[in-house]
């Protein structure tokens, strides 16, 4: 081999286009583990079609985009000068470092993905082309979707994904990876799988089928941020079938398949958790597409031939219009959701739990019992003084004080699954998933609902989904407060506090990276209540007592 053959080979392939990017990615997010970060990369490199698709910013962020490429963006083939080592067989000098790039920030990390959000986006469908016809079909666990779905794409000729399916074999296929183990445990436990992984694994499966006439999507979407996921990173879908099922139906098909097939989160405790996140879920889910006009619903109490027949001829009507219409959209029926018909009978204590969510702790009823109160968020940054105002607020106004770091810590405590769940995950400097800080949050919610003035909640919620997931389910907030501090002020409020609580592992520069995670999942948290008119800005550079009479000046309009 010849000198000249490596570089024709690094030429011909883009190894330093490549290299550029992934450098470039690892400088800007510094990921605490590389490896992991460098492995998702290049799967994405996989789905984009190769090192040739890679540019310098592939794996920077919207945000960062306005970085120049390493080395002033000389060319690829000066850029692999600068970075080889002068060992390598190549006539290329060494260069003794790179320059340093500005503007660094963090983005946040919320659903156990080290890389979501870090790749450039990129269309699934080609746009140039009508798009394929998307069917979703969505129900309770056991209510039937993968079979009422493998029926219609092989009526129809269409393609057939299932989400679960889709998991479960990328869980098999990397169960070293830190990021899957952790949501196996998620899945095994009967919890959604994190958001943006589960889409990111819809779309990846999509880009494989590009010239499908058809596709059926089984399982999704489980809740109203997924479906607002998949309309903003997919498409709108062509049709939702909705599959109705008493909850006793449900469970006795549940533990029939758990027998037959042994599926892990088929166990048990899965069982019960999975029906209860469907019953939290289901009823926002179905009016949220009803609104669109975009869901038909279906009794599948029923023999399943009888549920594909109706099916079908609504699918034929919605999306290969015959002269007459056979069927049409149907309104959701509670009581398939909710068990408030005969033959839903109480057989254990889960049983009882899924009567009270029905009666007392459901959706509709929170939402009702909250317009009677107050509901206030507190929002700020580290070292604000969320926590000193809304201690003072709540004795002035008799308020109930929730604190979603006191409610996780007091979960800690608790030998729930939930709670190992939540310590796995803090344990890996994983953040909790928004599905479990929501529940902590309504069940918080639900236990002093009725003998309150109102509900003051500090820190929540920390990004738009939350405050987007929190409305759908609960209530639209009485009132926003912001406590508008500097990051100067904040980081040197939080470095002279660690010094009195000897901490020494709190540094300058941990609070800048902690600060900027922060700012950049604000901004759009407070554009998205500035619109609704319910954010106030409060002055927090100022003593504790003029920022608390500001407050209570706020305060006493609402009561």
């Not at 310590?423 to 003998?451: F, N, T, Y």
């Not at 904040?490 to 660690?498: A, D, E, G, I, L």
């Not at 003029?546 to 609402?558: E, H, N, P, R």
Request: with cysteine; aromatic share 8%.
């Amino acid at each position: 081999m010849n000198s000249t053959d490596p570089k024709e080979y690094l030429a011909r392939r883009e190894i330093p286009q490549l290299f550029e990017g992934l450098l470039n990615g690892l400088m800007s997010y510094r990921p605490d583990d590389p490896v992991d970060y460098l492995e998702n990369c290049l799967q994405k490199v996989r789905e984009l079609g190769g090192s040739e698709k890679v540019k310098w910013d592939t794996f920077v962020g919207p945000d960062k985009r306005n970085l120049p490429p390493l080395n002033g963006g000389q060319a690829r083939r000066s850029f692999l000068r600068n970075v080889l080592p002068e060992s390598c067989n190549f006539p290329y000098r060494r260069y003794d470092r790179l320059p340093p790039i500005h503007q660094f920030s963090i983005e946040s990390d919320t659903d156990l993905s080290e890389t979501a959000e870090l790749i450039e986006e990129y269309e699934v469908f080609d746009p140039s082309r009508p798009h394929p016809k998307i069917i979703l079909v969505i129900g309770g666990p056991g209510s039937g979707k993968g079979t009422q779905s493998l029926k219609i794409a092989e009526r129809y000729g269409f393609e057939y994904i299932s989400v679960g399916e889709l998991l479960r074999k990328k869980i098999h296929n990397t169960s070293s990876n830190r990021k899957w183990s952790l949501i196996a445990k998620i899945i095994t436990t009967g919890e959604l799988a994190p958001q943006e992984t589960t889409i990111t694994e819809i779309k990846q499966k999509l880009m494989q089928i590009p010239d499908s006439e058809g596709i059926v999507i089984d399982g999704f979407p489980r809740d109203v941020a997924q479906a607002l996921s998949f309309e903003d990173q997919i498409c709108t879908p062509d049709l939702v079938v909705f599959l109705a099922c008493a909850n006793h139906k449900l469970k006795e098909r549940l533990q029939k398949r758990a027998e037959q097939q042994g599926r892990p989160d088929d166990n048990l405790k899965a069982i019960q958790r999975r029906l209860m996140n469907f019953k939290q879920n289901a009823v926002p889910l179905v009016n949220y597409f009803q609104e669109k006009g975009l869901i038909i619903t279906f009794d599948a109490d029923r023999d399943e031939e009888d549920v594909f027949f109706d099916i079908s001829s609504a699918v034929d009507n919605k999306l290969f219009p015959a002269k007459e219409p056979v069927a049409g959209p149907s309104e959701l029926d509670l009581s398939l959701i909710l068990d408030i018909g005969e033959g839903a009978e109480s057989t254990s204590e889960f049983d009882e739990q899924n009567e009270d969510i029905a009666q007392s702790f459901g959706d509709d009823y929170l939402r009702e019992e909250l317009r009677k109160t107050k509901v206030v968020f507190m929002l700020g940054g580290p070292a604000s003084g969320k926590g000193t105002q809304c201690e003072k607020l709540t004795q002035k106004y008799g308020l109930t004080y929730l604190s979603v770091s006191d409610l996780l810590q007091s979960e800690l405590v608790t030998a729930s699954e939930r709670s190992k769940l939540i310590k796995d995950l803090m344990q890996h400097r994983s953040p909790v998933p928004m599905e479990i800080i929501l529940e902590i949050v309504k069940e918080a919610i639900s236990s002093s609902l009725g003998s309150t003035r109102g509900f003051l909640l500090d820190g929540f919620p920390c990004e738009i989904r939350q405050a987007e997931e929190f409305e759908c389910r609960l209530c639209t907030p009485t009132l926003v407060l912001y406590l508008d501090c500097s990051a100067e002020t904040m980081t040197s409020r939080v470095v002279r506090r660690s010094k009195v609580s000897h901490r020494n592992e709190v540094t300058t520069e941990n609070v800048k990276r902690r600060l900027q995670m922060f700012y950049q999942a604000m901004e759009p948290l407070l554009t998205f209540y500035e619109t609704k008119a319910l954010l106030c800005k409060i002055n927090a550079e100022r003593s504790l007592d003029k920022v608390f009479l500001q407050l209570c000046a706020l305060m006493d309009s609402i009561f």
